[in-house]
């Protein structure tokens, strides 16, 4: 809130001129820095106006590519989901102890399977002519 004006008291006394001159210059420059600031004002809400306006083109791209870009996340992060949950052990303990068991006959089984082909490659190299045939079968 501005304060009030005060009436120079100069009405009732006897003052300079050079005095009184000095007063209104006062005011005068009182008036123009108000005059100044209400200009640096409207100048700066000009000048705010005009960035925003220049600025609104690269803010909506920015969140253009903001947006697909968080869109490519959860996209992926659910096909990751849904990949790991088909692959998912079973829940119930009877079904955990019966597929590790399954398992461990299975790599049993393969072990075996590697074991006699290693066992063939290793006979077929070591004797090209017989071309296998005369292998032992055990």
């Known amino acids: 809130m501005r304060p009030a004006r005060m009436e120079p008291m100069t009405e009732d006394l006897d003052i300079p001129d050079d ?12 008036q123009a820095f108000h005059d100044s600031l209400r200009v640096a004002g409207e100048s700066g809400s000009r000048l705010a106006k005009s960035v925003g306006q220049q600025a609104k083109p690269m803010l ?9 870009a968080a869109l490519v996340v ?36 393969l072990r075996i399977a590697a074991k006699r082909f290693a066992e063939e490659v290793n006979l077929r190299l070591a004797d090209p ?3 296998g045939s005369a292998a032992p079968r055990r």
């Open 19 to 30: 005095v009184l001159d000095a007063e209104r210059e006062v005011e005068e420059r009182k």
């Open 60 to 68: 909506i791209g920015t969140a253009a590519v903001l947006g697909t």
């Open 74 to 109: 959860i996209v992926v992060a659910v096909a990751r989901s849904r990949r790991r949950n088909v692959w998912a052990a079973p829940r119930s303990s009877r079904n955990i102890w019966t597929s590790t068991l399954a398992r461990s006959a299975g790599f049993w089984l």
């Open 129 to 131: 002519a017989t071309n």
